[in-house]
């Protein structure tokens, strides 16, 4: 695997550098923005195949580098990391490691899980609802991920169920599935949501677009049915042979033996549970406080309480992810002032003049061809979001179509998983189970109801757009 990536690395940036020295696309685009192309590439085939373990943040500087060489103004290069859309990601990533490191994520499961008695219907549900609870606390599905699985493994350990058998492959992948899917249906139940919300903020004709309230107005519904349909066939794809021999006191003992609410718990609940309120309600109009002052509002608070420390500061937070999706949402106010949103635009609107007159033919052409490219575009669509967020205002102008309608699809083919590896959230949770867990050829199984999860939701879904005004 190694060689591969080495391989398609330098196939990538061979490419990308014949496109920056024949200007191919001249006189329409002009030497400069072949340059910022070729540079783009080339960062895309670092970012994608990471020769060498290279982290995505040092590819990143690799860019922005090289951007200021060529005579990029640093305000262009940076604009990513001036926007409001960063400033609510790095909070928003303290906000997991605040419930995993107080232990408040785990009561609130084990929590859930001593009310009824276990039974492998009981459990899927209760996994749903951790998975739910937890998403209004953090958008760090990782942080979900390492709450959620373990104690998922824990329990298929009490019943001496393996986790590679069907029982036990349907707990696990449930307990994945409500940790990734349901989240994603509000804007700040899932990383998805600042991350596309600072792209459309990077580009002038899509600001204001993207609020908690319209998130939620079009994914909402969706990601629900998709939830739904998942836990359904799941439990058909994987249908248990054998009865649940656990009893309820078994979560019973383990809550108590966590002992009386920390301050450390209260505090982070309180704040947790205020700062969501302040998101739905400012998606309502009730107040107008930012979604950015907000989150670090809530920060300075938790380190107020004493729940974060200087030792946290640089431990709490994913700095790779947050230098790679800065990066990536300055794209938008680069291509803009160099001319390559345009020239994308002019290829994009032939391509999709065909299936523009036709919601469905075109949500679903647009869907299934994004699943097909997540095969190569393995950094949760992030590059893809970058190079076509900048083109959806004209071609909303060009065919009636709200750019908002791209937000849930980005979302379904950002979570699918036909294989782990195009997945970083399944790759983590394989970790996390490791050998006790789920089959290659299950996830596989998995993955592919997904799919089909996602496409009979659109049914529902596109409807439901029509009537909200998404196509003229």
Wanted: charged share 10%; hydrophobic share 55%.
């Amino acid at each position: 695997m190694k060689y591969g990536n080495l391989i398609g690395t330098a196939i990538i940036t061979l490419i990308a550098v014949v496109i920056g020295l024949t200007n191919p696309w001249a006189p329409a685009l002009s030497a400069l923005a072949h340059t910022v192309l070729m540079l783009l590439l080339i960062t895309i085939g670092l970012w994608v195949f990471r020769p060498f373990g290279l982290p995505f943040s040092m590819a990143s500087f690799f860019l922005m580098a090289s951007l200021l060489i060529v005579g990029l103004p640093l305000g262009q290069v940076f604009a990513g990391f001036t926007s409001a859309a960063v400033w609510t990601l790095i909070p928003a990533l303290f906000f997991g490691y605040v419930i995993l490191k107080s232990g408040l994520g785990k009561r609130i499961a084990l929590l859930l899980l001593k009310q009824f008695n276990p039974s492998f219907t009981s459990l899927m549900v209760t996994f749903a609802l951790i998975g739910i609870v937890l998403s209004v606390l953090t958008p760090a599905i990782v942080v979900r991920i390492a709450i959620m699985l373990p104690i998922a493994l824990s329990c298929l350990e009490a019943c001496k169920v393996k986790g590679d058998s069907r029982e036990g492959a349907l707990i696990l992948l449930t307990a994945l599935m409500t940790a990734l899917i349901p989240g994603t249906g509000w804007l700040s139940g899932s990383l998805f949501g600042p991350i596309i919300q600072g792209m459309y903020e990077s580009v002038p004709h899509l600001r204001g677009v993207v609020t908690f309230n319209s998130w939620a107005q079009v994914t909402l519904l969706p990601m629900a049915v998709v939830t739904a349909i998942m836990l359904i066939g799941g439990y058909l794809l994987f249908k248990p042979q054998t009865v649940l021999k656990m009893s309820r006191e078994t979560f019973v003992v383990d809550y108590d033996k966590l002992g009386p609410m920390a301050s450390q718990e209260k505090w982070s609940a309180i704040i947790l549970i205020l700062s969501f309120a302040l998101f739905l309600t400012g998606g309502f109009g009730w107040h107008s406080i930012p979604d950015a002052a907000i989150v670090l509002s809530a920060t300075f608070l938790l380190a107020a309480g004493g729940v974060i420390n200087q030792t946290d500061v640089s431990i709490g937070v994913n700095w790779d992810n947050v230098i790679f999706i800065g990066t990536a949402m300055s794209l938008g106010t680069i291509f803009a002032s160099v001319g390559l949103s345009d020239w994308i635009s002019s290829l994009m609107i032939p391509l999709l003049r065909p299936i523009s007159g036709n919601p469905w033919l075109f949500v679903y052409s647009v869907t299934i061809l994004l699943f097909l490219w997540r095969f190569f575009d393995v950094a949760v669509l992030i590059p893809t979001k970058a190079i076509l967020i900048p083109t959806l205002p004209l071609i909303g102008e060009s065919f009636n179509i709200d750019p908002l309608v791209w937000v849930p699809i980005f979302v379904m083919a950002g979570n699918s998983f036909f294989l782990s590896y195009t997945n970083i959230f399944v790759m983590v949770g394989q970790s996390t189970v490791g050998e006790k867990g789920w089959t290659q050829g299950q996830i596989n199984k998995y993955g592919l109801l997904y799919g089909a999860a996602c496409l009979i939701s659109l049914i529902v879904a596109i409807p439901y757009w029509q009537s909200l005004g998404m196509f003229h």
